[in-house]
């Protein structure tokens, strides 16, 4: 990591690697990371901040036959099963280094920008976020090694979030020991998910290791399957807080929320939930 600047204006970059190597055979996770913060002081009691992070993660993902036969929700005769013998096992680990793959990705991206604005007992807070993070896997299984009948399949997941948060405080000292705080928050958040699955068995080569769909399919026709789902979900909030501290041994606080989600009920799309406490 480097990092530099002045009181008015600073950076700080930072790269990183973590790889680690699991227990079982062939197993693993290598992951990247970048970081970014950017500050500025344009003028005195104000700021702006600027964070970005990226981040990669390349699994190696190990190959039990348990985990095979359930992703593939197929079990192969039982009849003949693999023989205890250290060189049928070679065999079997050559076959499936040699003709079958599994690859598991995983990037991530956020970013956020914040100003902030302090004026005697008042602070002001604005922040825009947003993250993008999604999960792909592209798995394939030769003939060799599963009973005459190949398989592949495809996944993609994908989270996208945007968010909008607002705040204001204000904190005075009313004197014998007292201090009353009272803030403010409007916050706006939207969430997009989805995922697409595919899979396929009985294709027509083991050189064909891709699902193609259409007049000619690569693989069997009738074997091929497609899942997906899409989700939307809009958040509007706004809250409220008093608390008051009485020489540092007594609290009261009250606190109102207003939310609207888009996951309520038809006719019931905001909710008040106020609340009191003493201690």
């Known amino acids: 990591a480097i990092s530099g600047g002045t009181e008015r204006a600073f950076f700080r970059l930072g790269l990183g690697n973590i790889r680690e190597n699991g227990v079982l055979r062939n197993t693993g996770v290598d992951r990247y990371n970048v970081s970014a913060h950017i500050g500025m002081v344009p003028f005195d009691n104000f700021s702006i901040n600027t964070r970005i992070q990226l981040a990669l993660t390349d699994r190696s993902r190990n190959t ?103 705040s204001i405080s204000y904190q005075s000292n009313l004197g014998a020991g007292v201090n009353l705080e009272i803030s403010g928050n409007a916050n706006m958040q939207w969430d997009r998910r989805k995922y697409d699955y595919i899979k396929g068995y009985r294709g027509g080569s083991d050189f064909v290791k891709i699902i193609a769909g259409g007049d000619n399919p690569s693989f069997q026709d009738g074997t091929i399957f497609a899942f997906k789902d899409y989700l939307n979900h809009n958040l509007v909030s706004f809250s409220a807080q008093a608390q008051l501290n009485i020489k540092e041994k007594y609290e009261v606080s009250a606190i109102v929320n207003r939310e609207g989600s888009s996951y309520f009920q038809n006719g019931y799309w905001w909710f008040t939930s106020p609340s009191l406490s003493l201690a």
């Open 64 to 166: 039990f036959l348990r985990e095979r036969f359930a992703e593939q929700e197929y079990i192969p005769s039982l009849l003949t099963p693999l023989s205890p013998n250290k060189d049928y096992l070679n065999n079997y680990y050559d076959l499936l280094d040699r003709w079958s793959f599994d690859k598991n990705q995983d990037h991530f991206l956020a970013g956020s920008i914040n100003a902030a604005y302090q004026l005697k007992n008042w602070n002001i807070s604005s922040s825009f976020l947003m993250n993008y993070h999604d999960n792909n896997r592209d798995l394939y299984y030769p003939t060799t090694i599963n009973d005459g009948n190949n398989f592949a399949s495809y996944f993609v997941g994908l989270d996208k979030r945007t968010a909008w948060k607002n």
